[in-house]
C-alpha cells in the first residue's frame, strides 16, 4: 500500500510539473439569482471561487430587439449554456421544450465527439435537463449516452412529499450536491453538469425577500460541497479543473417573483469561475452562450467545423480574436465591427444566403473579402440580387470563429 501511495504521488508530480495535467470542468447553474442578489448576498463559496478575478456580469435573452432575442426562461436559458447558441437556433422557447432543435449540438454531444473516452455526469432535480436538452439516447441528438445521471428526485414523493412550502425542493438541492460532491470526488468525470432549483422556487413565491436571500446562501453551501470535491481531486490526484457557475435568467424588477421577459434586471446575470487566464472577452459581460466555448477550449476539446460556425458564444478563456461582431445593413451594404482581443493577423470575412444547417444541410460560404483584425470593422456588398431572407456572416480569425445574421425586416422567426 505504501508503494502504491508512493508511486500515485510520484505520477501527480510529473502531472503537474511537466503540464500534463488531466483537465476537467464542471458547470454549475443556480436558478432566477440576478446579478443584484448574488452581490447583495453573502456567498463565501462563491467569493472563494471568483477571488483571482473570476466574477462578472453576463447576460442573457439574446440581442435584445433583434433576431436572437430570447425569453428569459429557465429551460431556455440552460439551453443556452449547453448548446453555446440563442434561441432562434436551439428552438427551445419555453420549458416545455416542445421541439428542440439538435442541429445544435450540446456541449456533451460535441465533448463525446472529440474524444469517445470523455466520462460525462449531470447532476439535476429536473429529469428533463437531461432526457430533452441533452436528449439523450435520442438518435435526433446524436445518441449520446451519459456515463452518470442522478435525477428524477422531484418525481420521488416519498421520499421527498411535496409541500406548498416549496421544502421538499430544498430536500432536492440537498440530495443533488450532496451527491455531486460525492461522485465528483470518487470518480472525477471528465465534463459534469450541476442544476439546483431552491432559489427560483423562493424567488416566485416571495420575491426580493429574506426567504429568497436565504435560499441563494443554501445554494452557495451547496456549491461548496462540489467545489471541496474539486480541490480534494486536484490535491490528490494532480488534476486541473475548472468550474463555472451562473444563473438562468434574472426577475422582474418590481418585485423580484416574475420573468420572462427583457427588463435589465431579467437580462443581466453573472459569472463565477476559477478559470485563468481569463482572456478580455471575460469583463465585456459576456454572454451565457460563452460558457460551452470556454469550457471547451479549456479541455482542449474540438468542436465539429460545421457546428462550430454556427456558435454564437466566444470563449472567455485562452488566445480570442475577436468578440461583439455586428452587422448593419444600409440597402446592398453590409457594415461589420468587432470588438479587438487580440490584434494579431488577419480575418476572413465569409457570407451564405442559406440556412441549411438548421435543418441537418450544410451551408456554402464565399469568402467576401479580408481585413486585419485590428481594423475593427470591414464594409462589403452584398451579391446580386440580395434578396434572401437570412445572410449568414462568418468571420474566420487568427484564435477563434463568430458569426453574426442580418434579417429582412419582414422576415418571421420560426418556432418549428
Known amino acids: 500500500m505504501i508503494k502504491i501511495k508512493f508511486l500515485l504521488s510520484i505520477l501527480c508530480f510529473h502531472l503537474v510539473v511537466f503540464g500534463h495535467a488531466q483537465r476537467k470542468a464542471v458547470f454549475i447553474i443556480l436558478d432566477g439569482i440576478p446579478a443584484d442578489v448574488i452581490e447583495k448576498v453573502e456567498t463565501p463559496v462563491l467569493d472563494e471561487i471568483s477571488s483571482k478575478d473570476g466574477y462578472t456580469h453576463a447576460y442573457l435573452g439574446g440581442e435584445k430587439d433583434g433576431y436572437s432575442q430570447s425569453p428569459t426562461i429557465s429551460a431556455v436559458g440552460y439551453n443556452h449554456v449547453l448548446t453555446g447558441v440563442w434561441t432562434n437556433k436551439h428552438n427551445v422557447w419555453d420549458n416545455d421544450i416542445a421541439a428542440p432543435n439538435y442541429h445544435y449540438w450540446n456541449i456533451f454531444r460535441i465533448a463525446k465527439a472529440s474524444n469517445p473516452n470523455v466520462k460525462t455526469a449531470v447532476f439535476s432535480s429536473w429529469t428533463d435537463n437531461r432526457t430533452k436538452l441533452v436528449g439523450e439516447n435520442l438518435p435526433a441528438a446524436g445518441g449520446v449516452k451519459l456515463d452518470y445521471s442522478y435525477d428524477g428526485l422531484e418525481l420521488d414523493t416519498v421520499r421527498f412529499p411535496h409541500t406548498k412550502d416549496a421544502k421538499h425542493m430544498s ?28 432559489t427560483d422556487d423562493m424567488g416566485h413565491m416571495y420575491g426580493d425577500s429574506p426567504a429568497f436571500y436565504d435560499a441563494v446562501k443554501k445554494a452557495d453551501a451547496r456549491v461548496g460541497k462540489v467545489w471541496n470535491a474539486i480541490k480534494e481531486r ?38 463565477v469561475t476559477n478559470a485563468k487566464p481569463l482572456n478580455a472577452r471575460f469583463h465585456q459581460t ?122 429582412k425586416k419582414d422576415f418571421k422567426k420560426s418556432k418549428s
Open 171 to 198: 430536500d432536492i438541492d440537498e440530495a443533488v450536491s450532496t451527491e455531486a460532491g460525492k461522485y465528483i470526488l470518487e470518480n472525477g468525470p471528465d465534463l459534469s453538469w450541476v442544476y439546483l432549483e431552491f
Open 234 to 271: 486536484e490535491r490528490k490526484f494532480g488534476e486541473e479543473w475548472m468550474i463555472v457557475i451562473t444563473t438562468d435568467h434574472g426577475r422582474g424588477a418590481k418585485t423580484g417573483k416574475d420573468h420572462g421577459g427583457q427588463s435589465e434586471r431579467e437580462r443581466t446575470t453573472w459569472i
Open 286 to 407: 459576456p454572454g451565457a452562450v460563452d460558457i460551452a466555448p470556454s469550457i471547451l477550449k479549456f479541455m482542449n476539446l474540438s468542436i465539429p467545423e460545421e457546428v462550430k460556425k454556427e456558435i454564437d458564444g466566444v470563449s472567455f478563456v485562452g488566445d480570442v480574436s475577436v468578440s461583439n461582431l455586428k452587422a448593419v445593413r444600409t440597402g446592398d451594404k453590409i457594415e461589420l465591427s468587432w470588438s479587438v482581443l487580440n490584434p494579431t493577423g488577419e480575418l476572413e470575412v465569409q457570407l451564405t444566403p442559406t440556412n441549411n444547417f438548421a435543418k441537418g444541410g450544410v451551408d456554402t460560404y464565399t469568402t467576401v473579402g479580408k481585413a486585419p483584425v485590428k481594423a475593427g470593422k470591414y464594409t462589403f456588398n452584398l451579391p446580386a440580387p440580395a434578396s434572401a431572407d437570412v445572410y449568414k456572416i462568418l468571420i474566420k480569425a487568427p484564435f477563434n470563429t463568430t458569426n453574426t445574421w442580418v434579417v
